[in-house]
């Protein structure tokens, strides 16, 4: 299964893709799509799902998961992420790629263990799974790297139960 883990901006798009089978992780791809400060607001979003759409037709996940909106403090920001997160989705949906959302805390579960870890345990928790010298950087690398992770373990999880429902709806007939 090809995973395609993405933490949305405006600025920085965080982008990871990783393959995981027979519960072994490879990394595939790490890259950030940035948008230029001064550019108009309309044509960062253009460039953010252009490179979407270059990244997905390079990649071609079979799964995309993508780190739901957390609102802090600056709702404006928060606003132009959102924008910057639909053209994210808008290029899963043209290209047939269900997403999955996670929050923070279920990605951090799903790395380290604990939904409250410390950003640096789950960026050294995602290097180690996927057996890499260094940290991807920027830091929004590396967290599309852990939410694609977290997408690969719940979805092999939801895989093993549907199988064993299913083999177990076979025996009750």
Same mark, same amino acid.
């Given at each position: 299964?090809?995973?395609?883990?993405?933490?949305?901006?405006?600025?920085?798009?965080?982008?990871?893709?990783?393959?995981? #089978?027979?519960?072994?992780?490879?990394?595939?791809?790490?890259?950030?799509? !940035? !948008?230029?400060? /001064?550019?108009?607001?309309?044509?960062?979003?253009?460039?953010?799902?252009?490179?979407?759409?270059?990244?997905?037709?390079?990649?071609?996940?079979?799964?995309?998961? #993508?780190?739901?909106?957390?609102?802090?403090?600056? /709702?404006? !920001?928060?606003?132009?992420?959102?924008?910057?997160?639909?053209?994210?989705?808008?290029?899963?949906?043209?290209?047939?790629?269900?997403?999955?959302?996670?929050? =923070?805390?279920?990605?951090?579960?799903? #790395?380290?263990?604990?939904?409250?870890?410390?950003?640096?345990?789950?960026?050294?928790?995602?290097?180690?799974?996927?057996?890499?010298?260094?940290? =991807?950087? =920027?830091?929004?690398?590396?967290?599309?790297?852990?939410?694609?992770?977290?997408?690969?373990?719940?979805?092999?999880?939801?895989?093993?139960?549907?199988?064993?429902?299913?083999?177990?709806?076979?025996?009750?007939?």
């Amino acid at each position: 299964m090809i995973v395609l883990g993405i933490d949305p901006g405006y600025a920085i798009v965080g982008c990871g893709a990783v393959s995981y #089978v027979n519960g072994r992780f490879s990394m595939l791809d790490a890259r950030a799509i !940035t !948008t230029p400060p /001064k550019m108009p607001f309309e044509k960062r979003l253009e460039c953010i799902y252009r490179d979407m759409c270059a990244l997905i037709e390079q990649v071609k996940p079979d799964a995309m998961a #993508v780190e739901e909106l957390f609102f802090s403090q600056n /709702k404006t !920001t928060g606003i132009y992420v959102a924008h910057a997160r639909g053209v994210i989705l808008l290029a899963a949906a043209q290209y047939g790629i269900e997403p999955f959302e996670y929050n =923070p805390m279920q990605v951090k579960q799903a #790395v380290v263990g604990y939904g409250k870890a410390e950003k640096k345990q789950v960026m050294e928790m995602t290097r180690q799974m996927l057996g890499l010298k260094e940290c =991807p950087k =920027p830091d929004d690398v590396a967290d599309a790297l852990a939410i694609a992770i977290c997408h690969s373990h719940s979805a092999s999880v939801s895989m093993l139960r549907r199988a064993v429902l299913h083999d177990s709806n076979r025996r009750n007939r």
